[in-house]
C-alpha cells in the first residue's frame, strides 16, 4: 500500500494547515487509519498518535493535545485521508506521518512524513 502525506509547511502560533494523505487503498471497511507525528528529537519509536478513524464506521479518536483543535477525515471518493489542524502552537512543530493498518493482518503501511513548524 503507498501512502504519501502532504500539506505542512510554516505557520504561525494560532493558524491553521490541512495534512492530506494520497492512498493507493480503494476500500476502506479494512483498515485502522492515524496521524501520528514525531517532534524535534525524537525518535522513530516515540511517534505520538495524534488522531485516528476507522474505516468501518468512522469512529474517531484524538489525543488530548490536540482534542478541540484537530480533525480527521477520511474522503473515499479521493482517496485520501485528511488531518484539519487549527490554531496551532509551536508544541505541534512536528514530523506528521500517515498509518494505515489493516484490521485483520495487521500489515502496517507508513508514509514518508510531512514536516509541520509553528513559529514566529
Known amino acids: 500500500l503507498q501512502v504519501v502525506e502532504s500539506g505542512g509547511g510554516l505557520v504561525q502560533p494560532g493558524g491553521s494547515l490541512r495534512l492530506s494523505c494520497a492512498t493507493s487503498?480503494?476500500?476502506?471497511?479494512?483498515?485502522?487509519m492515524g496521524w501520528y507525528r514525531q517532534p524535534p528529537g525524537k525518535d522513530r519509536e516515540e511517534r505520538e498518535l495524534?488522531?485516528?478513524?476507522?474505516?468501518?464506521?468512522?469512529?474517531?479518536g484524538y489525543a488530548d493535545s490536540v482534542k478541540g483543535r484537530f480533525t480527521v477525515n477520511l474522503d473515499t471518493a479521493k482517496n485520501a485521508l485528511y488531518l484539519q489542524m487549527n490554531n496551532l502552537t509551536p508544541e505541534d512543530t512536528a514530523i506528521y506521518y500517515c498509518?494505515?493498518?489493516?484490521?485483520?493482518?495487521?500489515?502496517?503501511?507508513w508514509g514518508r512524513g510531512t514536516q509541520v513548524v509553528v513559529s514566529s
Open positions: 487503498a480503494r476500500t476502506f471497511s479494512n483498515y485502522e
Open positions: 498509518r494505515f493498518e489493516t484490521t485483520t493482518t495487521q500489515v502496517v503501511s
Open positions: 495524534v488522531a485516528s478513524i476507522m474505516g468501518r464506521g468512522g469512529g474517531t
